[in-house]
């Protein structure tokens, strides 16, 4: 475990957090006037965040796949065309994607599909290179829903 302390503008804490928090297992952040008085500084507990659940732990709470590509294609209907979707939409159907690929009568272009949307998150949050697209979709879909429980 470690301390990471990070000084921003104030308009920016709010994005910074959950930065830290996609990056790492992140404990409660604590806010404080920066000294020139202009900025804040950000305190909070973390550890590597390198947890990689199997397809069942990450998907144990999740809705059928129908429901989810139902939420995908209502989502889209709504948005204006060219629209950049929020985060959690790449990622509900990036994890949509990986779990058709694990299904019985999945072939390569499954796979394929589900790691080029992996890909795409993965690029979107700015995350290592090191790391294995498919498992990160899995790894971040599992904090969203414990997250929102």
Not at 28 to 44: I, N, W
Not at 50 to 72: G, K, M, R
Not at 97 to 115: F, K, P, Q, S, V
Request: contains cysteine; aromatic residues 8%; hydrophobic residues 40%.
């Amino acid at each position: 475990m470690f301390e990471i302390r990070v000084i921003c503008d104030p308009t920016d804490t709010d994005r910074v957090t959950t930065a830290l928090e996609t990056a790492f297992k992140a404990g409660r952040v604590t806010v404080r006037p920066a000294r020139d008085g202009h900025r804040v500084r950000l305190y909070l507990d973390a550890d590597h965040a390198d947890v990689w659940p199997d397809p069942e732990q990450a998907y144990a709470t999740a809705p059928s796949i129908h429901s989810e590509l139902d939420w995908i294609a209502r989502t889209l209907n709504t948005a204006k065309c060219f629209t950049a979707m929020e985060r959690d939409y790449y990622l509900r159907k990036a994890a949509v994607l990986d779990r058709i690929a694990l299904t019985d009568g999945a072939d390569r272009r499954d796979d394929d599909t589900a790691h080029t949307a992996a890909v795409f998150l993965v690029d979107l949050d700015d995350a290592h290179a090191d790391r294995k697209p498919r498992a990160y979709v899995r790894q971040q879909y599992a904090l969203m829903t414990t997250r929102d429980q």
